[in-house]
């Protein structure tokens, strides 16, 4: 059948049993947020516009072509948010949560806008599970967010990535190396296009993707070198805790990120087997931003993971960090009577957490028994109009084809029992 309505360019539907991964995805890397007392924010899906021009920055990608903008009925510019970090912290001064015990500690997960070219691995609508720390100076707060982040990703058991992580400095020794790099950028022969991205944001030019602008661009003055002592003895701090906690990294002085928020630590989470768009998560340290947005002077550090990516990294390495199977029980009643009893049996075991669907409908035993094995459940319960008059309910273990007849009272207990049993084999 020829649809007549296609999701929007950029975007996808979820469908399972892939959904089942990113719940896995989401689950797994918010566990360990919570594990560490970050506690969960929804903040809405749209803005003020200025609230991002502020804050991301205008000279970003994502400011100048990226944003989905739109007005209102009553004329109020609103954009779709591009990223979390901005709207968290509008939130943050908003509700004053400062004025408590530091540092704040949130997470958050949901979607994302940037009108991008969509590829494999880019979309205009992606979804991110994002952590921020707010209201602490410590390094120990940017190792431990990278440290988290790293534990999320062993425990999905992905093992082909890298970190890389390095330093931005801060308000006192920015300025002067940004400085020292214009100058430089100025006496080599960049196209006008690049000279426009260096006018703007001259630590741009350092992630120039082409080859024959990383060539010129090889011998250019790092940050990391020009960095006061008070930020080489932040990433020195940083670095020392990844390195005694086994978190392995490298150190790339030329790593740039997207936004313009960035201070002191920033890091990236690149996949190997996952072609340009590599990034499966990345952020760093804001220590000018919440100020910016018109909230005290204070800092912040805080990452987001791109969940999209996550699952495709996951599936690039063969994993399979979820359950595929919807139900651990399917029921068949053979008659509409035989229906309604298993029916009842279906309920008890859902109130038991027990995962149980059935079939619906005057199906036939064939019928039912495909739509059985598609559930993916381990034990389908057969009722028919005999079994109905015995008071038995047959269980067949749809692994292994064995049955066994079951007394209706006996149900509950008997499929508690095997269902543990198998878990425990496992
Ligand atoms: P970001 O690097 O722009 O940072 O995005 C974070 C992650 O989201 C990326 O590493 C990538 O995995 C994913 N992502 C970004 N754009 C797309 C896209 N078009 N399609 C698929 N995935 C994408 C931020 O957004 C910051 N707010 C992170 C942060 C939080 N920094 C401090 N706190």
Redesign the pocket.
Known sequence: MNARYHAPKGTYDLLAPRSELFLAVVDTLSRQLSLAGYGFIQTPIFEETALFVRGVGESTD?VQKEMYTFEDRAGRSLTLR????AGVMRAVIEHNLLGGSLPVKLWYCGP?F?Y?QPQS????Q?T?V???AVGGDDPLLDAELIALADAGFRQLGMKDYLLKVTTLGCSVCRPAYRERLTAYLAQLPLDEATRTRAALNPLRVLDDKRPEVRALVADAPTMRDHVCAQCAVHFDTVTSALLAWGVAFTIDPFLV???D??TKTTF??VHNKLGA?S??????R?DGLIAQLGGPETSG??????V???MLACEAEGLQPHDESRVDVFGLGLTAAARTAVAAVIVDLRARGIRADMSFGERGLKGAMRAADRSGATYALVVGDRDLESGHVQVKNLTDGTQVSVPLGDVLKHIAESLNEGKQSL
Not at 82 to 85: C, D, Y
Not at 279 to 284: K, P
Not at 301 to 306: A, N, Q
């Open positions: 994502v591009p990223e979390g970090t994302n940037r991008e691995g880019r979309y205009r992606h991110q994002g952590a921020e990120r997207g936004l928020y960035y990236e989470f768009q990034s499966i998560g990345g952020g760093g804001y550090v805080g990452f987001g993971i791109g999209d990516r996550v």
